[in-house]
DNA sequence: TTTTGTGCAAATTGTTTGCAACACG
DNA sequence: CGTGTTGCAAACAATTTGCACAAAA
């Protein structure tokens, strides 16, 4: 199984920080909505709903930004909306999202583990798998994309 | 040798759009800006002293989305910033950005080929390589990294 | 002269910050 | 109790939009 949100909680208390019932509250959606991509926005609204008492946005931002700190927490920006945010342990996946329809898939980090050698040991460059998305046309917006290219000749 | 402002400039023309100083000075920008990461404000300063009158912000922007509708630009969100222009053509190259300082790095498209092909064959799906970055750590920071957790035992 | 494009100001969205009241430890 | 946290409101940054006026074709 994966991380609980327990052991966010006491990953909180062990950095002396305090357990308040937002907290609480965000650590729980966070544990519990595994794989998914949440904007701080939804993050928000689940841990309300959770605690049952009002969570400010800039709560949920704090609270957020101390779980990155810590390390267990890593968001990114996939499309140009807002930045959805994975517990670190879980980001053993990439995302393709798709440009024209804004699907998103993911697919097993090993995929790319050929690419990121080599740019690594090219370029001294470690990638963190989490931190970026592919972005392009998924299948279907792909093939519309070759049908409307029939029928119009070079730009 | 590149695209010129004038090839950006008959593009408009062709699609019975008007010429204007605004967007002379901003094709001018972005065709003599080879290879830069600019943000749609850099490009509105650089338009400004071109045409040495004032271009609004928004101008720029709709000038921004004309041209990427007519396929000649594009633009990525690197970091969590404003995002980036490229035009099209220029771009063969991938960012690979550092997470802990910002610096940025290219390498050629040729380098990540094989992945994208991957990709392709068993999701579908196409990326386009100009509209996405790798986060990471750079070498130094990498290396500094690697320092740090020599003498930090397991969090 | 007829569109189309521009500047300006105001609206939007996502995120951050200052501060007084509040609650965890 | 004392310091870390919260909510609220206000500040911000990036981007978008409405509208009257200016300027291409």
Redesign the interface.
Known sequence: MHLAAEDLISALRQSSLRITKARRAICDVLATSHEEHMSAVDIRDRARKRAKVGIDQSTVYRTLDVLEDL?YLHH??LG?GA?VYHLTEESDHQH?V??RCGRS?E?PLD??E???A??TS???????GV?????????PC?ARSNEESMNDPG?
Chains 1, 2 share one sequence.
């Open positions: 390390g990114v920006h140009h930045g393709l798709c440009e898939v697919i995929e790319l050929p690419v990121l080599t740019v090219r370029y001294g460059f470690v990638a963190q931190h970026f998305a592919l972005v392009g046309l998924c299948e792909s730009e």
